[in-house]
């Protein structure tokens, strides 16, 4: 769509107002309401103007004035808006140069698939991420002075199995065992007609939705797969993905979250990244190499492994992600490849025999993550190993958490902290400043940001299960 059909599609649909929404560095979306009629062809090259010194991350109070350009090739109306609404997404730009601001994570995957087209090795990157959450029936938590805590719960939780039910509540005994969520049927399941209705918004504000299950942890973890596109539409939809995913848990009486790890004991939720390159509409990963893949694709996965633990910072980006990339559940900590292997950091999906199915899963991201950040680095990481023709070494066949310790130790891992992605960040983000997709500006702000923000908070406060661990020494 451009200007005029977008006016259009607002005139056709009886709009009222335009929602304008962005993304923050941390990965929060926010947004401006417009009446209709401020939206004119005018606005998609000016803009509207806000404060971006408000935002988490963003400009100092002397440099706040910003402006937000929609881009008219994604709209859709709202759908939890009870007066007509039509919603874009917009970029964040120098009111002065007009050139996309240098914190924006929208302008960051808009300079990455541009940098992607001049290096000349593809024109398109195909990303497919799959976001898996939590639904719960309640959550509450505080953090005081004297006091600290937390509750989750859900009826399908298996510490709910001694519950003693009433006449309005009973206890039916359909309850899920630890790790042992796994697409079961009703009433195992419990979450079937909630994510039958999440995938019913999603398709009428265009995301096209492929599959539906629950996951393997207890207590309501989901997923919901939707199709791959190139990287700056798949990082929209998972922002749409996530608005719509919590907006009809609420409609549902439900709360729903993409916490990496909110739950003791059991899995946590993971975003892996399924990518692939494309030129001309021919696919770039089908070859004669191991799995089926081409050179080009096996120096791609050399350049992930290498750059894994400076990627990690974006990918998996917050204190709780370092609770899900733990050995034992699921979660690829070892920085190896394999052909099915789930516990192999990359991962070659053999679904398919077609070559336009071969892709690479990158399995250590986590939907905490800045997907317009994340997919960029990805794919710079990618690059760099095709640029480069970084060698990943011999694939690894084999569950990597049943190997012997003399042979475990000869396979690199993932930062077991945030605290050491970041450091591994500052020590390695040269590939990431390749024509000027990241700056060292925004880099520096990312990881002030976390060490200030996320990481000293939680040193300065105590835990509750040091209380149990300490009050009496």
């Not at 994570?105 to 808009?110: E, F, G, H």
């Not at 299950?213 to 798949?234: K, M, P, W, Y």
């Not at 990597?400 to 983000?429: R, T």
């Not at 000293?456 to 149990?468: I, N, Q």
């Given at each position: 769509?451009n200007?005029?059909?977008?006016i259009?599609?607002?005139?056709?649909?009886?709009?009222?107002?335009?929602?304008v929404?962005?993304?923050?560095?941390?990965?929060a979306?926010?947004?401006?309401?417009?009446?209709?009629?401020?939206?004119?062809?005018?606005?998609f090259?000016?803009?509207?103007?806000?404060?971006?010194?408000?935002?988490?991350?963003?400009?100092?109070?002397?440099?706040?004035?910003?402006?937000?350009?929609?881009?008219?090739?994604?709209?859709?109306?709202?759908?939890?808006?009870?007066?007509?609404?039509?919603?874009?997404?917009?970029?964040?730009?120098?009111?002065?140069?007009?050139?996309?601001?240098?914190?924006?994570?929208?302008?960051?995957?808009?300079?990455?698939?541009?940098?992607?087209?001049?290096?000349?090795?593809?024109?398109t990157?195909?990303?497919?991420?799959?976001?898996?959450?939590?639904?719960?029936?309640?959550?509450?938590?505080?953090?005081g002075?004297?006091?600290?805590?937390?509750?989750?719960?859900?009826e399908?939780?298996?510490?709910?199995?001694?519950?003693?039910?009433?006449?309005?509540?009973?206890?039916?005994?359909?309850?899920?065992?630890?790790?042992?969520?796994y697409?079961?049927?009703?009433?195992?399941d419990?979450?079937?007609?909630?994510?039958?209705?999440?995938?019913?918004?999603?398709a009428?504000?265009?995301i096209?939705?492929?599959?539906?299950?629950?996951?393997?942890?207890?207590?309501?973890?989901?997923?919901?797969?939707?199709?791959?596109?190139?990287?700056?539409?798949?990082?929209?939809?998972?922002?749409?993905?996530?608005?719509v995913?919590?907006n009809?848990?609420?409609?549902?009486?439900?709360?729903?979250?993409?916490?990496?790890?909110?739950?003791?004991g059991?899995?946590?939720?993971?975003?892996?990244?399924?990518?692939?390159?494309?030129?001309?509409?021919?696919?770039?990963?089908?070859?004669?190499?191991?799995?089926?893949?081409?050179?080009?694709?096996?120096?791609?996965?050399?350049?992930?492994?290498?750059?894994?633990?400076a990627?990690?910072?974006?990918?998996?980006?917050?204190?709780?992600?370092?609770?899900?990339?733990?050995?034992?559940?699921?979660?690829?900590?070892?920085?190896?490849y394999?052909a099915?292997?789930?516990?192999?950091?990359?991962?070659?999906?053999?679904?398919?025999?077609?070559?336009?199915?071969?892709?690479?899963?990158?399995r250590?991201?986590?939907?905490s993550?800045?997907?317009?950040?994340?997919?960029?680095?990805?794919?710079?990481?990618?690059?760099?190993?095709?640029?480069?023709?970084?060698?990943?070494?011999?694939?690894?066949?084999?569950?990597?958490?049943?190997?012997?310790?003399?042979?475990?130790?000869?396979?690199?891992?993932?930062?077991?902290?945030?605290?050491?992605?970041?450091?591994?960040?500052?020590?390695?983000?040269?590939?990431?400043?390749?024509?000027?997709?990241?700056?060292?500006?925004?880099?520096?702000?990312?990881?002030?940001?976390?060490?200030?923000?996320?990481?000293?908070?939680?040193?300065?406060?105590?835990?509750?299960?040091?209380?149990?661990?300490?009050?009496?020494?």
């Amino acid at each position: 769509m451009n200007a005029k059909s977008v006016i259009a599609y607002a005139a056709e649909h009886e709009a009222k107002f335009v929602s304008v929404r962005f993304t923050d560095l941390p990965g929060a979306w926010h947004h401006l309401t417009y009446p209709i009629h401020n939206l004119t062809e005018d606005v998609f090259e000016d803009g509207f103007g806000f404060d971006a010194s408000s935002l988490r991350g963003w400009a100092a109070i002397n440099e706040s004035d910003m402006l937000l350009i929609p881009d008219p090739s994604r709209v859709w109306i709202d759908p939890f808006a009870e007066e007509t609404t039509i919603c874009l997404i917009a970029n964040v730009v120098e009111p002065i140069t007009k050139e996309g601001y240098g914190l924006d994570p929208r302008s960051v995957a808009v300079r990455a698939e541009s940098y992607l087209r001049f290096t000349g090795i593809a024109d398109t990157v195909n990303v497919g991420p799959e976001a898996e959450f939590f639904v719960f029936d309640s959550a509450s938590f505080h953090c005081g002075q004297n006091s600290a805590g937390f509750k989750v719960d859900s009826e399908e939780g298996h510490w709910n199995s001694g519950r003693v039910g009433n006449d309005e509540n009973p206890n039916l005994g359909y309850h899920i065992r630890a790790k042992e969520g796994y697409v079961p049927v009703a009433p195992i399941d419990t979450l079937i007609d909630l994510r039958n209705a999440i995938s019913l918004v999603l398709a009428d504000v265009g995301i096209d939705v492929e599959c539906h299950h629950h996951e393997v942890s207890t207590a309501g973890q989901c997923e919901i797969d939707f199709r791959f596109s190139n990287l700056l539409h798949t990082a929209d939809n998972v922002m749409l993905f996530k608005n719509v995913v919590k907006n009809t848990a609420v409609m549902h009486g439900r709360t729903a979250t993409f916490m990496p790890k909110p739950l003791y004991g059991d899995n946590g939720s993971g975003m892996h990244c399924h990518q692939s390159l494309w030129k001309d509409g021919n696919p770039l990963f089908a070859g004669e190499e191991y799995a089926g893949l081409s050179e080009m694709a096996k120096f791609y996965i050399g350049g992930l492994l290498k750059h894994a633990p400076a990627l990690v910072a974006f990918a998996a980006p917050t204190t709780n992600s370092y609770k899900r990339l733990v050995p034992g559940f699921e979660a690829p900590v070892n920085l190896a490849y394999s052909a099915r292997n789930r516990s192999a950091a990359v991962r070659i999906p053999m679904f398919s025999p077609s070559p336009k199915a071969k892709r690479l899963e990158f399995r250590p991201p986590d939907p905490s993550c800045n997907p317009y950040i994340t997919f960029a680095a990805l794919l710079m990481a990618g690059l760099d190993g095709v640029q480069n023709r970084i060698d990943p070494g011999a694939p690894l066949d084999k569950d990597i958490y049943d190997l012997p310790p003399e042979e475990l130790a000869n396979v690199p891992s993932l930062p077991g902290s945030l605290d050491e992605a970041l450091k591994a960040l500052e020590d390695d983000h040269e590939f990431l400043l390749k024509g000027d997709v990241f700056t060292k500006t925004m880099i520096d702000r990312w990881i002030s940001y976390k060490r200030e923000k996320e990481i000293t908070p939680l040193r300065l406060r105590p835990h509750p299960l040091e209380f149990s661990m300490y009050y009496d020494v």
